[in-house]
């Protein structure tokens, strides 16, 4: 029995898929209806808890702009091998603020073509 207690099912989302925050890509782990983990490379400032991201993978010739999201969870990892100023990656937890219906139908389409079920 699995104490679970995501609302939505996750899916490991294919090599490729890129979440663009402020127009910096970071890699997306996994996504479901409810929202999506992003592994994100900090240059500056991190970005507020709400803002807006798109998603995009150049082989689907897929993209899903302007989506509304709510950081939920943050966890960083230095590069302790950098020589100058580190470099901070960080996993966004982020959750889906309210999407329009076409926002909705993309981000299904994206789901079901573009992702392997998690196990």
């Known amino acids: 029995m699995s104490d679970e207690r995501r609302k939505h099912k ?42 807006r991201l798109d998603i995009f993978l150049s082989e689907d010739d897929f ?10 969870s943050s966890a960083s990892k230095r590069n302790s091998t950098a020589s100058i100023d580190p470099i901070q990656i960080k996993r966004f937890g982020l959750r889906f603020g309210e999407l329009t219906d076409q926002q909705r139908s993309n981000l299904r389409y994206f789901i079901m073509h573009n992702t392997v079920a998690e196990g």
Do not use: M, Q
């Open 63 to 72: 993209y899903l702009h302007d989506i509304p999201v709510t950081v939920v």
């Open 10 to 51: 996750r899916y490991r989302v294919k090599n490729g898929a890129l979440a663009l925050i402020d127009n910096v890509p970071g890699t997306i782990v996994d996504i479901s209806d409810g929202g999506l983990t992003v592994n994100y490379t900090v240059f500056g400032n991190e970005p507020n808890v709400n803002f």
